[in-house]
């Protein structure tokens, strides 16, 4: 008989709370360790289809979300601690965005999976990329559209790398404002039902980080 939704959660908190006693927060499809600071986070999405995809590790910065959520509320932009995260670009060694677990022995071999991946790739990440400057560091080894697209994703996580990098690194700052100044005002003149309080968020965001110097 295929298992449900509701029972393939259970059996995976069950797994989580048994192999990481008091350590995660779970509220799914967030698995979560959350602090004043950061939210370390993974998802762990079950339907009722028999299939469960894990996402990549995943960390929201507390200190550099206070500085932007105040424009992004200003300009009416919806966002939360679960959609401002920074993406690890690294992958794992297997793909597990898509896993059966249709079965009580497709769950164990989901566990047998999943433990490892905690352990050995997104404890590893969540500790080493608490200090963003190991962050900026990595991120000047990519390209825009695999910053865009996958560490850092669209306009909001452009205006996180710019707070990182104005706390880190200002000579990065200055010579990515201009340019992503540019691009957000095309996007925002294509379409601006889609981008144009981004990019007044995004305006005021750097306006503000230039005159703390």
């Not at 997104?122 to 500790?127: A, D, L, N, S, V």
């Amino acid at each position: 008989m295929a298992l449900g939704k509701l029972t393939q959660d259970n059996f995976i908190e069950k797994a989580l709370n048994q192999n990481f006693p008091n350590r995660f927060s779970i509220e799914f499809p967030f698995v979560f360790i959350e602090n004043d600071e950061f939210v370390f986070h993974l998802i762990i999405e079950t339907s009722n289809l028999g299939r469960t995809s894990i996402s990549q590790p995943l960390i929201s910065y507390k200190e550099i979300n206070s500085v932007i959520n105040p424009f992004l509320d200003k300009f009416k932009i919806i966002h939360s601690k679960w959609s401002q995260r920074f993406t690890y670009p690294i992958k794992w060694k297997e793909d597990l965005t898509y896993l059966h677990s249709d079965s009580e022995e497709e769950m164990d071999e989901l566990i047998e999976k999943l433990i490892p991946y905690i352990n050995e790739f997104c404890i590893p990440f969540w500790e080493k990329f608490k200090d963003t400057k190991n962050v900026l560091s990595l991120i000047k080894d990519y390209s825009e559209q695999e910053l865009n697209q996958g560490i850092f994703q669209g306009v909001q996580g452009i205006m996180k790398r710019l707070v990182m990098a104005h706390n880190l690194d200002y000579k990065y700052y200055k010579e990515k404002k201009d340019f992503y100044n540019e691009m957000i005002k095309s996007y925002s003149e294509k379409k601006p039902e889609q981008y144009e309080n981004l990019y007044l968020a995004f305006k005021e965001l750097t306006n503000f980080l230039d005159k703390k110097n």
